[in-house]
Structure formats: structure tokens, C-alpha cells
């Protein structure tokens, strides 16, 4: 198994200000996550996911060396968030979710804008997620990003069980 990476917080992104502006979302700020916004993230987890993590889970990761969490915030709450872990040339977003109210406002697009410049202040330069075969407003998201298709994992899911659809992005 790679090597894993401790990741940098110290960039900027002027790129995200600019995509989150186009949606008219000016108060939107996305930074890393504190123990003290585990709650909010819990509550955000067990809406999205059907089989969520635990607020333990949550903790040990942010607790981890080579993952990160980052929260997107707007009128002081957390509206959505990202998991990150780091080897020594990749990324692998393990989880992104948004507030089903707050979804289709841009909101996930500016999260993964931040993973590549958060990728990019890393010296990472793949990036790997999964995604469930039927999430298709996902699926389409990333397409737009540039992520390709490389693979299919049989019954990676459960809750329902579904086929997990790998997915690669190559920053330059």
C-alpha cells in the first residue's frame, strides 16, 4: 500500500470564490473541519447516506494524519462537507454530501473545486472517488468536472446493495 501524506491547509482559492460567486452564494466559505462541527456533519451524513458513519468515525478521521475534512459553510451553518485522504500522488474523496436544501445551488461543485486546489497546494495529481451506479445528478457532476469512468465495483453498496461506478480525475 502507498504511502500515506499529511495534508497541507496553506493556498488559496480564488478559482472556488469565483464559482460559488456565479451562483450568488457570496457568503459561502469552505475551510477545514474543527471537532466541534461533528454534529453538523453527522446530520448532514445521516441524511445523505444510507449507511452513515458514526460521529466516532467522523472523528477518528479528522483525528487522521492523511485525511482531511472540509466543510462548506453559508449563513454560519455547515451546508455541506468532503472527505479526503491523501497518499503519496493521489486523492481519494471518500465522502462529499450537501444538504438535500441546499442541493443544486453549486454547492458540491465549489467542494470539489476546493479538492483540486487543495490537491494542487499537495502536489497530488489524480483524484478517485466512487459514486452509486444510480446516482445520476452526481455521475453528471463529476462528468463535468472532467472525471472519467475507469471501472465498476459489483455490489459495492449495501442499503440497497448497488455497483459503485470508480471514477478518475487527472489534474494537470
Avoid at 16 to 33: C, P, R
Avoid at 121 to 149: H, K, M, P
Wanted: with cysteine; glycine share 4%; charged share 25%.
Amino acid at each position: 500500500m502507498p504511502a500515506c501524506r499529511h495534508f497541507s491547509h496553506n493556498y488559496s482559492s480564488r478559482r472556488v470564490a469565483a464559482e460559488w460567486n456565479k451562483y450568488n452564494m457570496t457568503d459561502l466559505s469552505i475551510g477545514e473541519a474543527q471537532i466541534s462541527d461533528l454534529d453538523e456533519i453527522c446530520e448532514i451524513e445521516n441524511l445523505s447516506f444510507s449507511t452513515p458513519w458514526s460521529k466516532d468515525d467522523l472523528k477518528s478521521t479528522l483525528e487522521n494524519d492523511s485525511a482531511a475534512i472540509y466543510c462548506a459553510r453559508s449563513e454560519g451553518k455547515i451546508c455541506g462537507y468532503m472527505i479526503l485522504y491523501g497518499t503519496l500522488f493521489d486523492c481519494d474523496i471518500a465522502k462529499i454530501a450537501v444538504c438535500p436544501d441546499k442541493r443544486r445551488q453549486g454547492i458540491g461543485r465549489a467542494l470539489m473545486e476546493y479538492c483540486f486546489d487543495v490537491c494542487a497546494g499537495n502536489d497530488l495529481d489524480t483524484v478517485f472517488l466512487e459514486v452509486r451506479e444510480s446516482n445520476t445528478a452526481a455521475i453528471s457532476l463529476y462528468t463535468s468536472l472532467g472525471f472519467e469512468q475507469i471501472n465498476t465495483r459489483k455490489d459495492y453498496y449495501k442499503a440497497p446493495e448497488e455497483d459503485a461506478v470508480m471514477m478518475r480525475k487527472v489534474l494537470n
